[in-house]
């Protein structure tokens, strides 16, 4: 048994309905971990406790996920939303630092854990779920270290991340899903589904467009996040062939994808893996999809691809699709992507990262920009040449360390038992919550 802190992504809550693959990878994971007999602290925002999994404890990072008080949309790269993030992490740096938990695994997008784990010696794992991005890349690539490793989810992200060869601290860790949750249907009923968050670089409007030209009616799922996009790209088509049949439950969206023939998986970005790719598959349905990243490294012969921005041949790829037994993407999701598989893979990164702290490597230390423990540096002082160390990226100035001033309660995350009662999971899936799969099809 480990004492194991999972760090969680703070856009959203870590709590159903997932409004995303990663707020479901991370449930999921830190609820798989615990069932295995872990002493798991989820460091999320603090609006996840109530429907936390059972037995595992939340450290709020944040008191309430950013989206809803900086939507996302509305205040990417502000300074508002980077220094009020920046905050809640500067505090949680120094709770992981003096946590005494075996590891850590970091599912977050920040740059402190990693170059916290890199100059404390802290066992860590840092999963990358996203295509790298300058502040994020920086970070990884100044604190790989036997004790401080990472995970990206296909071979082509490695190869996205380290361009130029990854180190020996990086694999590759699929994810996983409980095949349970995911029933195999031997038989469908001729119409394709589309299933994810609805906004313009997960291509929902090339989907309506590939099945239109097919033929083939289409089921739209999944909470609409961008709704000029909708607006504009996807309602004008709706019809009788062509229907939105909403966000639904977990339990709801298995049933569904069982359902249909066909799933269209329409990715406009470098897409690093495809939960909801697996999910189809696991239920039976070949999928047809824009070759995009990982999309053909993960899909494997259950798949019929299109290039980027080609609905004509999308569609093609839809009827072809259509043709390839059922099988064949659910023997492949039994082999490749269950839970189980992935929780086993989890467990020996751990071991890997605490068996590295045996091993020596050059002190690392970091500027306040990029690493701050405890209290988080102002603008003011941050951005004053004269009281800061060089840019991002170098090196050769110590650590901020300050004791936590927090805005919000904070709660002791060594002992479980002093951990108020309502920042912990209550009733078999916390309070008001019904889980009934790993995800909902606010994920994609």
Request: aromatic share 8%.
């Amino acid at each position: 048994m480990m004492r194991i802190a999972l760090v969680a992504h703070v856009r959203h809550r870590i709590a159903p309905p997932f409004m995303g693959g990663m707020e479901a990878h991370s449930w999921h994971l830190a609820d798989a971990l615990a069932r295995r007999g872990h002493d798991v602290t989820l460091f999320a925002s603090g609006d996840s406790a109530a429907c936390a999994p059972p037995g595992v404890a939340v450290h709020p990072v944040l008191a309430e996920h950013y989206d809803r008080d900086f939507p996302w949309h509305d205040f990417h790269g502000t300074d508002i939303l980077n220094d009020h993030v920046d905050t809640g992490f500067a505090r949680a740096a120094a709770a992981l630092r003096d946590g005494a938990f075996d590891v850590i695994h970091n599912n977050s997008l920040h740059r402190f854990p990693p170059r916290l784990a890199r100059a404390e010696r802290l066992p860590m794992v840092t999963s990358l779920h996203i295509p790298p991005f300058s502040v994020l890349r920086r970070a990884v690539h100044e604190s790989a270290a036997p004790w401080s490793r990472f995970t990206v989810t296909s071979e082509i992200q490695r190869a996205r991340w380290w361009p130029d060869g990854a180190p020996d601290e990086a694999g590759v860790l699929h994810n996983g899903i409980d095949l349970a949750q995911w029933p195999f249907v031997p038989e469908g009923d001729g119409s394709a589904v589309w299933v994810g968050r609805i906004t313009p670089n997960k291509g929902t409007h090339l989907a309506v467009q590939a099945a239109r030209l097919a033929g083939v009616p289409l089921t739209i799922h999944g909470t609409i996040e961008h709704r000029d996009y909708f607006r504009n790209e996807v309602q004008p088509w709706l019809g009788p062939d062509i229907r939105y049949g909403g966000h639904l439950s977990g339990r709801e969206l298995a049933a569904a994808l069982g359902t249909a023939s066909a799933l269209l998986f329409t990715p406009l970005w470098d897409e690093p893996f495809g939960l909801a790719a697996i999910e189809a598959m696991a239920c039976g349905l070949p999928v047809a999809a824009v070759e995009m990243g990982a999309v053909r490294e993960v899909i494997g012969p259950a798949g019929a691809y299109a290039p980027r921005d080609d609905a004509a041949t999308l569609a093609r790829a839809l009827v072809r699709a259509l043709t390839i037994p059922r099988r064949t993407g659910r023997d492949r999701v039994e082999r490749m992507f269950s839970l189980e598989r992935m929780i086993d893979s989890c467990e020996r990164a751990y071991g890997a990262a605490r068996s590295g702290l045996a091993e020596t490597r050059p002190e690392r230390r970091f500027t306040p920009r990029e690493l701050s423990i405890g209290t988080y540096t102002p603008p003011e002082i941050r951005d004053n040449p004269s009281q800061t160390a060089p840019e991002p990226g170098m090196t050769g100035s110590p650590i901020w360390h300050h004791d936590p001033t927090p805005s919000f309660p904070q709660h002791s995350i060594r002992h479980r038992s002093r951990i108020p009662e309502s920042f912990q999971g209550s009733g078999p899936n916390g309070s008001g919550c019904v889980v009934t799969s790993p995800r909902t099809n606010g994920s994609g």
